[in-house]
């Protein structure tokens, strides 16, 4: 009879870390360890570790009896999907084309001037992370930035400075 046991966790100590893995399993075993549902766990695993480490993938991969390599793959193709810790807060510039052609690329320049980061990094108190997406799929509202998983609409560089401002001073 084929086991279900999963493959050796990563040696991590951390509370948080086993219970992090406890809610990747439980959310494989309900998808059945089913290949289909890749996107689905990876969000999960996303949700709970903050990102995906290649620990994880390597996890997640060998769970599925799918290669690291696939994995990989699908986790570096969407844009939803973090390979680096992330900040507290996240903020994702959307520089698909209906985006950019408003001006999404100066709302970029303007918040890496502020943040004193590149997009793709975090400050360095590990605040807030600035991303940049291809097209989010709400070209009739550009441009698009979201903060914190909340869509902002038809965005102009005042909105957000003060957006990511207001975030720096709540300081939370
Ligand atoms: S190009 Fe930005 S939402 Fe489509």
Redo the contacts with the bound molecule.
Sequence with gaps: MESKTLTKKPQKSDKNVDKSFQILDLTIKRNHYRQEFLIEILHTAQEAFGYLDLDVLEYIANALKLPLSQVYGVATFYNLFSLKPSGQHNCVV?L?????VKG?DKLLAALEQELSIKSEETTPDQHISLRSAR?????GI???VVFDGEVGEKQTVDNVLEKIKNWQQKGE
């Design positions: 959307c698909g084309t209906a985006c950019y999404s097209c989010l799929g709400a070209c550009a441009p698009v």
